[in-house]
C-alpha cells in the first residue's frame, strides 16, 4: 500500500509569490494535518482537517490556507511568500482525527 | 541529502551499546506521547508510542519510559545499530478542541561501527 504521497518534493519560488502543496493520505486515512518544520527544528502544527472540515489551525498567519477534497486529499497553500517560509512542509494522515498519524516526506520549500 | 538538523544535541555511541535518549514535555494534560525518527531527507517515521495512564512501554529493541511527575519521556534503544543513527523526536498530542502534535527540540544519535 502507497503511504503518505506529497508533491512536489522540491521547489524553489520568488518571494511575493504563491505556492500550492499537494498531500494524498493512505487510502482510507480521512483526516490529514499540514506541520512546517523549519531546519533545526521539530515539526509544527498548521492545520488539521477531518472529514474535508477544517478542526483545527496553528500559529500561523492568514496567508497560509488549506482545504481537503471529498477524496481525502489536500493543499496546503501559501500567499505572498517570505524568506522565512522557506521550511520542510509535512503531511501527516491519519485514519480519524485522533493519533495514529503516518507522515509523508515532505515537500522542500526553498524563498529565494 | 540534506541535514534535518544542524545544532541539535547529539548523542554517539558504539555499536552494539544502548543508547537513551531524552525528553522534557510541556503540557500536563497530554494523554498520548509519541517518539519518531528522522532520516535525512524523509518525514518522521513512527517508532513507539505510549498513553498517559502506562509508565513503561516496550517494542522491538526500544521502550520509552513516562514520567508524568516530572514530565518527563526517554527513549531506550538496545543494540544500536548503524542504521539507528537519525534525529529523534519526541511529540506529545494535546488535545485543545481538536488534536495537534507539538515536537520537542531533537536529538541527533550518531552510531559508529
Known amino acids: 500500500d502507497a503511504g503518505v504521497t506529497q508533491s512536489p518534493t522540491h521547489l524553489i519560488k520568488t518571494r511575493g509569490q504563491h505556492v500550492t502543496l499537494r498531500c494524498s493520505p493512505i487510502?482510507?486515512?480521512?483526516?490529514v494535518s499540514w506541520y512546517q518544520q523549519v531546519l533545526g527544528q521539530g515539526p509544527q502544527f498548521i492545520f488539521q482537517?477531518?472529514?474535508?472540515?477544517?478542526?483545527g489551525r496553528g500559529n500561523f498567519p492568514d496567508r497560509f490556507s488549506a482545504r481537503q477534497f471529498p477524496n481525502y486529499s489536500s493543499e496546503l497553500n501559501v500567499n505572498a511568500l517570505l524568506l522565512g517560509d522557506s521550511a520542510l512542509y509535512l503531511c501527516?494522515?491519519?485514519?480519524?482525527?485522533?493519533?495514529?498519524?503516518?507522515f509523508g516526506s515532505g515537500t522542500r520549500l526553498t524563498v529565494v | 541529502g540534506e541535514s534535518v538538523g544542524l545544532h541539535l544535541p547529539t548523542l554517539s555511541v558504539q555499536e552494539g551499546d544502548n543508547s537513551i535518549i531524552n525528553c522534557a514535555y510541556s503540557n500536563s494534560a497530554s494523554d498520548y506521547f509519541i517518539w519518531y525518527k528522522q532520516e535525512s531527507g524523509k518525514g518522521p517515521q513512527f517508532i513507539i508510542d505510549?498513553?498517559?495512564?502506562?509508565d513503561k512501554r516496550q517494542g522491538q529493541r526500544v521502550t520509552v519510559l513516562l514520567n508524568k511527575t516530572v514530565k518527563h519521556l526517554s527513549l531506550q534503544i538496545a543494540a544500536t545499530q548503524p542504521g539507528d543513527s537519525a534525529v529523534y523526536f519526541c511529540?506529545?498530542?494535546?488535545?485543545?478542541?481538536?488534536?495537534?502534535?507539538?515536537f520537542g527540540t531533537g536529538t541527533r544519535l550518531l552510531v559508529s561501527p
Open positions: 487510502s482510507g486515512h480521512k483526516s
Open positions: 482537517y477531518y472529514e474535508k472540515e477544517e478542526r
Open positions: 511529540a506529545e498530542n494535546i488535545n485543545t478542541g481538536f488534536q495537534k502534535l507539538v
Open positions: 501527516a494522515s491519519s485514519l480519524t482525527e485522533h493519533y495514529g498519524y503516518t
Open positions: 505510549i498513553r498517559s495512564n502506562m
